[in-house]
């Protein structure tokens, strides 16, 4: 149980062109959804909480105009880079938070975006 | 606000020694900790979990941690290392909001 997906696990873009990244919650309903960035040989970076219904709350230093996160149902959410740069190169990871007050976050397999 | 410092990025063992990863933890409230692992290009798994009760916790693998309040600490060991146990470990405790406040992470070498 307890398992996230990510699509695509891989994307490759041209500069200024916008990416949508998917990330499911498929045995369980996710209230709360989180997307991190992975740089090379760094640890998780929280980009923003995405709370089912409600606008998401992003971290300090976070362009919400540009990682545009949707969390449109229990078990979906999106972020979306827009006009995507090379310094937006980076490795995105979501996790949905488990139902029933244990707090776990389950991660997915996480999506790897070049931009070229 | 809650911290990790995980003591070591690289920890290099021999196959079949002792894996000893070391996690200290910050926090105002009586912590939630977690420890993940990550192979490379892939997400985070979870390996186990401390929330309330026993000190001692088991996870996948052969993984085991222990919550010690008065070290702050939460050390991940393995009482023999496989090679398939090369990776990288992050230790993490719950932060306000509910986030996970990761340390650095530790790279672990198993040489055979």
């Known amino acids: 149980g307890a398992v996230v997906s990510q699509h695509p696990s891989r994307v490759i873009c041209k500069s200024g062109t916008s990416v949508k990244i998917e990330c499911r919650s498929l045995d369980f309903q996710a209230t709360t959804m989180f997307w991190y960035r992975q740089f090379p040989k760094k640890s998780l970076m929280l980009m923003a909480t995405?709370?089912?219904?409600?606008?998401?709350?992003?971290e300090q230093g976070v362009e919400k105009d540009k990682f545009l996160i949707n969390h449109a149902s229990l078990t979906l959410s999106t972020l979306t880079v827009t006009s995507a740069h090379p310094e937006d190169s980076s490795f995105y990871i979501c996790?949905?938070?488990?139902?029933?007050?244990?707090?776990?976050?389950?991660f997915g397999p996480g999506t790897r975006l070049l931009v070229l | 606000a809650q911290s990790v410092t995980q003591l070591g990025s690289h920890v290099s063992v021999s196959e079949g020694a002792l894996v000893l990863l070391r996690c200290n933890y910050s926090s105002s409230v009586p912590p939630y900790l977690f420890w993940y692992v990550q192979y490379p290009n892939q997400g985070l798994q979870l390996l186990l979990k401390y929330t309330t009760g026993a000190t001692l916790v088991k996870g996948i693998n052969g993984f085991e941690a222990e919550f010690k309040k008065s070290e702050t600490s939460f050390h991940l060991t393995k009482p023999s290392a496989h090679m398939s146990d090369a990776a990288e470990y992050f230790c993490a405790v719950r932060g306000g909001g509910n986030k996970l406040v990761f340390g650095a992470g530790t790279i672990l070498r198993v040489k055979s």
């Open positions: 995405s709370n089912e219904g409600s606008k998401a709350t992003y």
């Open positions: 996790s949905a938070r488990s139902p029933g007050g244990q707090e776990t976050q389950y």
